[in-house]
């Protein structure tokens, strides 16, 4: 975290209008940071860091290629794709934690950022079962869902999924439906879910 405790987020936009209303939108409840390109991201980027925006299509170093080295670097920090580009297949070993189709809105710009903040405090199992999901709900804003269950890659995505659920439900004594299962997730994203 930054001064006086405030979340640290760095906006990784080439396009200075977007990430001067970025900055703005976020700046009166976070530290805000902006780099215009992959490079300047990855100068800026520290452990204190605690939310990345990215986006994806920039000039020089991709998004993507930014978010790979940020995983390769296992810095502890979510990361939003923020992005007009849509989200097809090769999103599945992204590794982002949320993906927002541009144009976003404030509203939703701050909502994610304050979901990507709490997540911080889950545990690994919950965060990856977070990602997954976000992967998962990210695929089918655009895809009918015949395309998706054609799609190998899909397929272990759905499995991955089903996996984690399976290992969070074990840790937490077993959920006798979905309503349970996602009311214990919330109660481990308020209690900082201990399992790793």
Wanted: aromatic share 6%.
């Amino acid at each position: 975290m930054g001064d006086e405790d405030r979340p640290v987020i760095l906006v990784v936009e080439d396009e200075a209008d977007v990430a001067e209303t970025y900055e703005i939108w976020l700046s009166g409840k976070y530290d805000v940071t902006v780099a215009q390109n992959g490079r300047e991201a990855l100068a800026a980027i520290t452990e204190a860091v605690d939310v990345v925006l990215l986006d994806r299509m920039m000039p020089g170093l991709s998004g993507d290629e930014v978010l790979s080295t940020i995983r390769e670097r296992d810095l502890n920090c979510r990361v939003a794709m923020v992005t007009a580009v849509e989200p097809d297949f090769d999103i599945i070993d992204m590794g982002f934690d949320a993906y927002l189709s541009k144009p976003v809105s404030k509203a939703q710009l701050h909502d994610t950022v304050d979901s990507l903040v709490e997540r911080a405090t889950y545990s690994a199992l919950l965060q990856e079962y977070y990602a997954l999901a976000e992967t998962k709900a990210a695929l089918m804003t655009g895809k009918r869902i015949e395309k998706l269950e054609q799609n190998d890659a899909y397929n272990e995505l759905e499995a991955k999924l089903a996996d984690v659920k399976a290992r969070l439900n074990e840790t937490q004594g077993g959920f006798t439906d979905e309503t349970s299962f996602i009311s214990a997730l919330r109660d481990l994203g308020g209690t900082n879910g201990d399992q790793s």
